[in-house]
């Protein structure tokens, strides 16, 4: 059972469920957008068991980013994203009624990701 307003999770990916949204943290940034997906998928299976729901959602994410960093495109980021979190939040991706994706310039790289069910 997972706790409201607790954080959870591992190194790379770690979770909190607040009473109106899912928030999750990945504390790494890569141009392999793969990784996001693997690292997801072992996040839920490990220490996020949520069933996903039908709806329609509505999905932040941020990428924070060192100037220096390599550049990356924000396209795959978040189809990598929202594949390691379908099946788990939601059903499916065609879900998702309003995406947005933004680069902000940070001292860290990592992801910061906002699930909410639309009302």
């Known amino acids: 059972m997972i706790e409201p307003n607790q954080w959870i999770g591992g190194a790379v990916v770690r979770g909190c469920q607040l009473s109106t949204h899912h ?3 990945i504390n790494e940034v890569t141009s392999q957008a793969r990784v996001y997906k693997q ?3 072992k996040f839920f299976r ?3 068991p949520v069933r996903p729901k039908w709806g329609e959602f509505e999905v932040d994410i941020k990428i924070h980013l060192n100037p220096n960093f390599p550049q990356i495109d924000v396209d795959n980021v978040a189809k990598a ?17 309003r995406l947005l994706v933004e680069k902000l310039p940070s001292d860290c790289e990592k992801l910061n990701i906002i699930v909410r069910k639309r009302t």
């Not at 390691?84 to 009624?97: E, L």
């Open 23 to 25: 928030e999750f943290e």
């Open 39 to 41: 690292e997801l998928h």
């Open 46 to 48: 490990a220490h996020f």
């Open 81 to 97: 994203v929202l594949d390691g979190i379908k099946g788990h939040v939601f059903f499916d991706d065609s879900q998702i009624m």
